[in-house]
């Protein structure tokens, strides 16, 4: 195994429903423990609503835990690809290219000349003239995973972004985090489809309610994810009736 590029240490986020100081605090994630090493994919599973988006926010740096610390080795970068963050919506799609490569460490000049990458990977430059507004999400799934193609950050956190787009796309992009996995990037890929899991990840995170359920190779996560769908289903369905009533 790679030397550690990151860890969590007892993680936990939590927000209140009200701005009364005094509300009771409502846990997404708790005690969340787990190291992150250079070069190897993990993988995170669990039903909507488990704190996955969440957890890749704190990778990304995005926001802060309540409690814990998170150690990132000094001069790491990440970038976080989603379909709901990244983009300036009224900027156009050449501006977010090079706002997004510059923040992730390219200089102006070098930032224009991977302006061509991008075009030919994300096959959208009829469109990198206009609003980012003006987007559907595969689109915008398209500059956005084309841009991270570009911009090799040192994590590189997927959120579904594997799932989007038409069949032509989803094999260039699987295809595209193949060859980075084989190069030696470190990434976090966030998929509800255990195959894409299997595919590209040695390590394997479920989260369930905001707490790790299982951490450890592939296959053996992933079977005891599987397995246990039945009663998630029955629990989720239960939690549900309660909410309505």
Not at 43 to 54: C, E, L
Not at 99 to 113: C, D, F, P, R
């Amino acid at each position: 195994m790679n030397r550690e590029i990151m860890s969590f240490d007892n993680v936990g986020l939590a927000y209140r429903r009200s701005l009364n100081p005094f509300s009771q605090k409502n846990w997404v994630l708790k005690e969340i423990n787990f190291q992150l090493f250079r070069g190897e994919v993990l993988g995170v599973i669990g039903h909507n609503g488990a704190g996955k988006s969440t957890l890749l926010r704190l990778l990304a740096g995005i926001i802060a835990p309540n409690q814990g610390k998170i150690f990132k080795e000094k001069g790491v970068r990440s970038q976080l690809l989603t379909l709901n963050l990244g983009f300036i919506h009224k900027l156009s799609g050449f501006d977010n290219a090079i706002m997004s490569l510059v923040t992730q460490g390219k200089t102006i000049k070098e930032a224009n000349q991977l302006l061509d990458g991008v075009i030919e990977f994300s096959g959208i430059g009829h469109l990198m003239d206009h609003s980012v507004s003006t987007y559907s999400a595969g689109e915008r799934a398209r500059l956005g995973f084309a841009i991270a193609m570009q911009a090799t950050p040192d994590i590189l956190l997927l959120d579904e972004m594997l799932g989007v787009g038409d069949k032509e796309f989803k094999r260039k992009s699987g295809k595209a985090l193949q060859e980075r996995v084989q190069s030696d990037q470190t990434a976090v890929l966030v998929s509800h489809s255990a195959g894409t899991i299997r595919k590209f990840c040695e390590r394997a995170l479920w989260i369930e309610d905001g707490l790790v359920k299982a951490l450890g190779p592939t296959d053996e996560v992933l079977d005891r994810y599987e397995q246990s769908a039945p009663d998630r289903d029955k629990d989720h369905s239960k939690k549900a009736a309660v909410k309505a009533a």
